[in-house]
């Protein structure tokens, strides 16, 4: 037996702005020896538009003009229908029973054609990042 733990998790979240967004998380937490633990991580997000977003046009030097009956609107593209995956890697160490300490590295990347509540935006740059994250932990 590999004595490891799977993680699944769903999120939803909605706001005013009417963007409706789903998040699917799967983690394995394995222990290994010596107070060791690996736990690699896959994360899908997608979300649709909110309904004051406009697509920015080919120009970006441009504004894009609002519809006629637009009361507010936004080329911010976090507020554009996009999806993301995250894959990435957790290794902690349990140095005593009071302490844990543990490195974190993920790999994001954003497409607009990944939204899948909704059509994405075609304008919407690909966009990447690598990010580590590192963590000491004291129980009391």
Do not use: C
């Not at 983690?27 to 290994?32: A, H, K, N």
């Not at 909110?50 to 936004?74: L, R």
């Not at 080329?75 to 993301?84: K, N, P, V, W």
């Not at 939204?115 to 966009?127: C, E, H, I």
């Amino acid at each position: 037996m590999t004595d490891g733990t799977a993680k699944l998790s769903y999120r939803y979240y909605s706001d005013t702005f009417g963007i409706r967004a789903h998040t699917f998380n799967a983690e394995y937490v394995q222990p290994l020896s010596h107070g060791w633990t690996a736990t690699p991580l896959l994360r899908f997000y997608t979300q649709n538009e909110a309904e004051f977003y406009v697509s920015e046009m080919a120009n970006p030097m441009q504004p894009t003009p609002p519809s006629s009956d637009a009361v507010y609107y936004s080329e911010d593209q976090r507020l554009s229908a996009f999806g993301a995956i995250i894959l990435g890697l957790k290794v902690s160490k349990q140095i005593n029973p009071e302490w844990l300490v543990d490195v974190t590295y993920e790999e994001y990347e954003q497409r607009g054609k990944w939204s899948v509540n909704s059509k994405g935006d075609p304008g919407l740059a690909p966009f990447g990042a690598r990010s580590v994250q590192v963590g000491i932990t004291k129980k009391f």
